[in-house]
């Protein structure tokens, strides 16, 4: 069965960075896009980015651009998420998807919360 | 940016009657808009993809229509199971985007 596993998530002040990490598995992880999208507390959800199977493409939210950036190794069915200069606003759990005709499947997600 | 309204914010019916979400684009999205459902603690699950498809294992009550930037998810006749959030998410333009979410709860 598929199964998506983030890890990665924790305290960071304003200004921080985190890496977050997405392990694929039951899936060829190399044949799908895959997606991370985020969820402050208590509100909608916000997608955040993308990449392509091949790492060739990849799609920002504006909030994030020049922050955040997504890749993947394929040799180890891992998608990452290096988040720098954390801001406040950036507090959520994040979740790993893969598109598959719409996101069919996410992770149980990682909470990142920034504060000082 | 595409933005999507989601009505009403709250919809309160009881088990076993029809629930009626819309979601209206900005612009057109033709048919590239999915249908999420989420229950509080737990990850989103995809109900619906290009607008009509319904996902595996996903119930036959539930079924989506609509093109362009009008578009409903209907839940034909509501089980205890249903009450839960639910959100309209387009892909037809970049950065997507999703709607800010219909509560379904129990009247």
């Known amino acids: 069965q598929v199964q998506l596993v983030e890890s990665g998530g924790g305290v960071v002040q304003p200004e921080g960075s985190l890496r977050l990490s997405c392990a694929a598995s039951?899936?060829?992880?190399?044949?799908?896009?895959m997606h991370w999208v985020r969820q402050a507390p208590g509100k909608g959800l916000e997608w955040v980015a993308f990449?392509?199977?091949?790492?060739?493409?990849?799609y920002y939210e504006d909030s994030v651009k020049g922050r955040f950036t997504i890749s993947r190794d394929n040799s180890k069915n891992t998608l990452y998420l290096q988040m720098n200069s954390l801001r406040t606003e950036d507090t959520a759990i994040y979740y790993c998807?893969?598109?598959?005709?719409?996101?069919?499947?996410w992770g149980q997600g990682t909470l990142v919360t920034v504060s000082s | 940016e595409i933005v999507l309204t989601q009505s009403p914010a709250t919809l309160s019916l009881s088990p076993g009657e029809r629930a009626t979400l819309s979601c209206r684009a900005s612009?057109?999205?033709?048919?590239?808009l999915a249908w999420y459902q989420q229950k509080p603690g737990q990850a989103p699950r995809l109900l619906i993809s290009?607008?009509?498809n319904r996902a595996t294992d996903i119930p036959a009550r539930f079924s989506g229509s609509g093109s362009g930037t009008d578009f409903t998810l209907t839940i034909s006749s509501l089980e205890p199971e249903d009450f839960a959030v639910y959100y309209c998410?387009?892909?037809?333009?970049?950065?997507?985007?999703f709607g800010q979410g219909t509560k379904v709860e129990t009247k």
């Open positions: 290009s607008a009509s």
């Open positions: 998410q387009q892909g037809s333009n970049w950065p997507w985007t």
């Open positions: 990449i392509r199977f091949d790492g060739t493409n990849k």
């Open positions: 612009q057109s999205v033709s048919n590239s």
């Open positions: 998807a893969r598109d598959n005709y719409g996101l069919d499947y």
């Open positions: 039951g899936l060829t992880f190399i044949t799908y896009a």
